[in-house]
T-cell receptor
């Protein structure tokens, strides 16, 4: 079993829809990260959080430490949001990654 | 430069050849990480440096993989006697410290024929 599980694996939405991507983890962590990866490989860090909730523009990330669960929400989705979203957890010296959620937002 | 720079961007090698992949982290970043990402998968941790010290190499898949960061800045990931299963994107990331957000390079796509 992977230490970091994401769902769904693939997600297709219409422009404007509210999107939720879920992440569960099974190990102790120092922080949880949400990353965005566009075709071609470039990875951008969206959020790093260890408790509560963070918001940046149309993106919201929440984490429940007790339940070892995090969600990434995208409000008013747009085709430019199409990418792979990766959940990762950091420990002392390393990061463990989920397999990613491929999001496609159609106009 | 403003971000993490990796070179080459693409590398094709014949099975059995040695390859060297370079990572230039953001200036002043203490922590440097190498990851391997197979097609359609999330990245997997390979190794971690704090300055020039390699503190964790538990993710290196075999003794054919070797990483160094001799002066605490540029790092090189070397793969000896490459095999087809080494084909992947190799990502480098750096951060100010181990618990700060990581900044990723664009990766090196390695193809072993």
């Amino acid at each position: 079993k992977n230490e970091v599980e994401q769902s769904p694996q693939n997600l297709t939405a219409q422009e404007g829809e509210f999107i939720t991507i879920n992440c569960s983890y099974s190990v102790g962590i120092s922080a949880l990260h949400w990353l965005q990866q566009h075709p071609g490989g470039g990875i951008v860090s969206l959020f790093m959080l260890s408790s509560g909730k963070k918001k940046h523009g149309r993106l919201i990330a929440t984490i429940n430490i007790q339940e070892k669960h995090s969600s990434l929400h995208i409000t008013a989705s747009h085709p430019r949001d199409s990418a792979v979203y990766i959940c990762a957890v950091s420990r002392a010296n390393d990061m463990r990654f989920g397999a990613g959620t491929r999001l496609t937002v159609k106009p | 430069g403003a971000g993490v720079s990796q070179s080459p961007r693409y590398k094709v090698a014949k099975r059995g050849q040695d390859v060297a992949l370079r990572c230039d982290p953001i200036s002043g970043h203490v922590s440097l990480f190498w990851y391997q990402q197979a097609l359609g998968q999330g990245p997997e941790f390979l190794t971690y440096f704090q300055n020039e010290a390699q503190l964790d190499k538990s993710g290196l898949p075999s003794d054919r993989f070797f990483a160094e960061r001799p002066e605490g800045s540029v790092s090189t990931l070397k793969i000896q006697r490459t095999q087809q299963e080494d084909s992947a994107v190799y990502l480098c990331a750096s951060s100010r410290t181990g618990n700060q957000p990581q900044h990723f390079g664009d990766g090196t796509r390695l193809s072993i024929l």
